[in-house]
């Protein structure tokens, strides 16, 4: 079966600063990996995937995220972190191998501080 | 192109009442999903279809129902609603294919049972 951990429930990041989102899997085969945002009282909004090639993936909003398949995490990343990005963050991954099931991790809610 | 499409958005049930989520997407996708999401938490899928006339459970199926009688629509009943229910609820169909397998989610439908 496949599985998504988000390790952190909640991540704080002064505005302006580096951020990180962790993010690791599990799947039998090879994965799509997805980051959704979802602001408050909105539905999930996608934000990159990774299908294959180049582990660096860019999304929209100035997010990035890096795939390592060594460690099967997909982390998302921005350079410099926006009052306006505090939300909550789902990585998603997709088996392609199984029937296209998309499974969800339990989210972690980012909070930029001006 | 309007994606995915949840009615209603809100709606107040009482114990033992019945209802039907309604889900249409215009994509042409095979896939679609029902999740819920309690409150700080992650989303959990309750059934999925994989194409008309085929549906099958996920993770938490008790307590509701579905049909997919065509491409397009994907409606969840939940015949005898419990306070467990009050949830939001997200429709979402993801395509297939590279270029296309991010799921696109509809915009929530807020439950609440009393």
């Known amino acids: 079966a496949q599985s998504v951990a988000q390790p952190e429930d909640q991540v704080n990041v002064a505005e302006g600063n580096p951020l990180t989102v962790k993010c690791t899997y599990s799947?039998?085969?090879?994965?799509?990996l997805f980051w959704y945002v979802q602001y408050p009282n909105r539905g999930l909004q996608f934000l990159l995937k990774?299908?294959?090639?180049?582990?660096l993936v860019k999304g929209s909003y100035g997010f990035e995220a890096e795939f390592n398949k060594s460690q099967t995490s997909f982390h998302l990343k921005k350079p410099s972190a926006l009052v306006s990005d505090s939300a909550l963050y789902f990585c998603?991954?997709?088996?392609?191998?199984?029937?296209?099931?998309?499974?969800f991790g339990g989210g972690t809610r980012l909070m930029v501080k001006p | 192109n309007a994606g995915v499409t949840q009615t209603p958005k809100f709606r107040i049930l009482k114990i033992g009442q019945s209802m039907t989520l309604q889900c249409t997407q215009d994509m042409n996708h095979n896939y679609m999903y029902w999740y819920r999401q309690d409150p700080g938490m992650g989303l959990k899928l309750i059934y999925y279809?994989?194409?008309?006339?085929?549906?099958d459970k996920g993770e938490v199926p008790n307590g509701y129902n579905v049909s997919r009688s065509t491409t397009e629509d994907f409606p969840l009943r939940l015949e005898l609603a419990a306070p467990s229910q009050t949830s939001v609820y997200f429709c979402?169909?993801?395509?297939?294919?590279?270029?296309?397998?991010?799921?696109?989610f509809g915009q929530g439908t807020r439950l609440t049972v009393v």
């Open positions: 979402a169909s993801p395509g297939t294919g590279d270029m296309n397998t991010e799921a696109f």
């Open positions: 279809s994989v194409g008309a006339g085929i549906t």
């Open positions: 799947v039998s085969g090879n994965p799509y």
């Open positions: 990774y299908i294959t090639g180049d582990n």
């Open positions: 998603a991954v997709r088996d392609r191998g199984a029937g296209n099931m998309l499974t």
